[in-house]
């Protein structure tokens, strides 16, 4: 563990590039919450934006802080991490992020810094300081969470076609365009709550690893929380459209209804997900239940191929990060 000594420059530029992530984050993953919403024509890409940040932002008074505890403390162990480490795992994380932005896939921010902080910390000390507990909990949700989504997504589905069986196409479409609203700001409400919290961690590794925090503390700095929740506030304000049109309307075509199954589906999962303390991935339990939703018309309403390319995205993303994060660490043990 590094001293009270390190220097103050360093850690103040590493905290900036992790708001830069949480910023990005917020970006990449602004379709996650408001890509049904706009393909629906519930919202105007403007009006969803404003909309879907404003409930990342009030997450802060919902959820408790157990995502950023498994981060910070249940990834690898504390005192392999260093600036360097930080360094490395901010860089594979962002570099992902960006490449996955670029070619509009709808990767996972989550599982990016994560396979970052995992990458630079082998870089450091080998496999030894892995937790694997926390590893394992994270790795076993890409699969939980958008199967779990699309379950929750179908079963919804069944249900309201069920319920609504003998009402009007037109005045069901009516009151679902109404409904989608409350299921897109829970979606954002729960894309807030998990996904702040990862920048969260990452920043109180730092600052106990540099010695600007106390390790016995229950829980960051206060400074810490507002601002990684107002950066991917923000984030999501500038949207990233690319990956807004793969998942509303690539994957599948959906009318209000379909998008409230979807989104609530996706809500419940994330709720779930960060009552565990489990830093989940919000792109692959929305792709889950958009799946789930659409699939429920015909097998044919989902294209296969587009949602079989963003699967091999979810394999890549924490080898690929983590790759990039190792040798990131490298270069930052040359440079400062």
């Known amino acids: 563990m590094q001293t009270a000594q390190a220097a103050l420059w360093v850690v103040v530029l590493l905290v900036a590039l992790a708001i830069v992530f949480d910023f990005m984050n917020g970006f990449h993953d602004a379709a996650n919450s408001i890509a049904t919403v706009v393909s629906t024509g519930v919202l105007r890409p403007t009006q969803a934006v404003v909309f879907a940040a404003f409930f990342n932002v009030v997450a802060v008074f919902v959820f408790h802080l157990s995502v950023a505890a498994t981060v910070g403390k249940g990834i690898v162990l504390p005192e392999v991490v260093d600036v360097h480490v930080v360094f490395g795992a901010l860089v594979g994380a962002i570099a992902w992020n960006l490449i996955t932005w670029y070619y509009g896939i709808p990767s996972s921010s989550s599982h990016a810094l994560i396979g970052g902080i995992v990458g630079a910390a082998m870089a450091k000390a080998g496999p030894s300081v892995l937790v694997m507990g926390g590893i394992l909990k994270t790795v076993a949700f890409i699969f939980i969470s958008p199967l779990l989504g699309f379950l929750l997504g179908s079963m919804m589905m069944v249900a309201v076609a069920w319920i609504f069986r003998r009402t009007r196409p037109s005045k069901v479409d009516r009151w679902f365009r109404r409904l989608q609203l409350v299921s897109a700001g ?17 920043i109180w590794m730092l600052l106990i690893a540099s010695g600007y925090a106390a390790a016995g503390e229950a829980q960051p700095p206060t400074w810490t929380i507002v601002v990684c929740y107002l950066a991917i506030g923000l984030g999501t304000m500038f949207g990233g459209w690319r990956i807004v049109k793969t998942m509303g309307q690539k994957i599948t075509k959906l009318k209000p209804v379909g998008g409230f199954c979807a989104e609530t589906g996706g809500a419940l999962t994330l709720f779930f997900a960060t009552a565990l303390g489990v830093p989940v991935s919000t792109t692959h ?3 889950g239940a958009i799946v789930g939703a659409g699939s429920t018309q015909r097998a044919s309403a989902v294209r296969w191929g587009v949602a079989g390319s963003i699967v091999w995205a979810w394999i890549l993303t924490i080898p690929a990060s983590a790759l990039v994060a190792a040798v990131a660490y490298w270069i930052s043990t040359v440079l400062f």
Do not use: F, M, P, V
Not at 186 to 202: E, F, V
């Open 285 to 287: 339990t929305i792709t």
């Open 186 to 202: 829970a979606y954002s409400l729960g894309h807030g709550g998990n996904d702040a919290q990862k920048t969260i961690g990452l």
